[in-house]
């Protein structure tokens, strides 16, 4: 009896979570009172079908349309308003998720309910986005649906090639996280737009690419001297956010040990964040332009990294074969140059599989950071102002340090 009282009582409250938000955005159909019972009725027919049948539930969900219409129809023999199917949709979203209550599977039926009402209440902001999005913008969303949802289901699942090192589905697994996490900084980037200063540019740099905003701002400061600090800031905090990236892809690959690469990952992650925020507090209430970034979808760049990463697995396979951990970390050190992504999932998914260590594994990530950072402060040395590099290398220098004395000395 408790529970069903609970189950009551939670029904209740999701249908006034939403309902308060329509009640807020005044809708004439249903509102405060309405949802509620709404999602209560659901709840009530779920419990009717388990003596009567799950018939119950069906009548139920063609008597609230049925209401609905009847609403409707009356609005528009009066003339009441602009005519949608926003609140109708959530009121049948909101039967549903009292009728799925009683089978105990309340979180997902809360997920529902609060992510209805989030929606709900976005439309401003959801339609500002829908603007701000272009036809190259809806082109890139639509690349990544080819990538994720065409491609990836038809790629065979099994190992082929030399060392057995080769999954395609697997590989283009991975294509699908790295596009994915890139083109969430890419619409972030299209929504805040040239609202955003240093801490924005820097953040979403890291997430689309910290090498191609190291190169836009180097070459930025070549032309534009006096912006050298602020270029620095954006530069350190990108390539500070590439080790929380780095997290994020160690906890797809092997989310079993990443406790382990936790500690050496935070601890540049804080270096370089530290060295961002002195330089911007020396320099804050200065703006600056977030760089243009490419589209992040292009099946070009995804086959790039196919390749890449196809070369970087194999490359780690033989490497251990022939010359042991020491080849991997030569690997490392190689494919670093360019890209992290690549080196991380290869070594991860190793240390998944048992055939090295996380220890090695978060070694070898290790070295190609710094190996990566030594490469962004030669393109800032060659296309930037010397003040650019004057300001980023104390911070590069004091994170490669640190890094290598995770990798060898702990």
Known sequence: MNDAFQTLALALGLGLLVGLQRERAASVLAGF???????????????????????????????????????????????????GITTESAMLVMFGVGAYLPDGHRPLAMVVAGATAVLLHLKPQLHDLARRIGDHDFRAIMQFVVIALVILPIVPDATYGPFNA?????????????????????????????????????????????????????????????????AAVVILLASGVVFARLVVLVAAADREHLATYVPAFATLLLILLGFAGWLGFRKRGEGTALPPPTNPTELRSALFFTVLYAGVLLGVAAAREWYGNRGL?????????????????????????????????????????????????????????????????PAFGTAAAAGLAWAFIR
């Not at 699908?176 to 040239?194: A, E, F, M, Q």
């Open 33 to 83: 009172r309405t949802f509620p019972l709404v999602t209560v009725f659901g709840t009530v027919c779920a419990w009717l079908a388990v003596p009567f049948g799950g018939w119950m539930v069906a009548a139920g969900l063609l008597a609230l349309a049925a209401a609905i219409i009847s609403g409707n129809l009356l609005r528009a023999r009066q003339n009441e308003g602009d005519f």
């Open 166 to 230: 080769l999954n395609p589905h697997r590989i283009w697994w991975m294509v699908v996280l790295i596009t994915g996490l890139s083109l969430g900084g890419y619409l972030l980037h299209k929504w805040i737009g040239d609202r955003a200063g240093a801490i924005a540019a820097g953040l979403l740099g890291g997430l689309i690419s910290s090498t191609a905003t190291s190169v836009t701002h180097a070459r930025l400061t070549r032309a534009q001297p006096a912006s050298a600090p602020l």
């Open 329 to 393: 970390l030569v690997v490392a050190a190689i494919s670093g140059l360019t890209d992290m992504d690549a080196i991380t999932l290869s070594t991860a998914q190793l240390s998944r599989q048992g055939a090295i260590s996380e220890s090695e594994s978060c070694r070898a990530i290790l070295v190609a950071s710094v190996s990566n950072l030594f490469f962004k402060a030669g393109v800032i040395g060659s296309l930037g102002d010397r003040a650019l590099l004057r300001a980023i290398l």
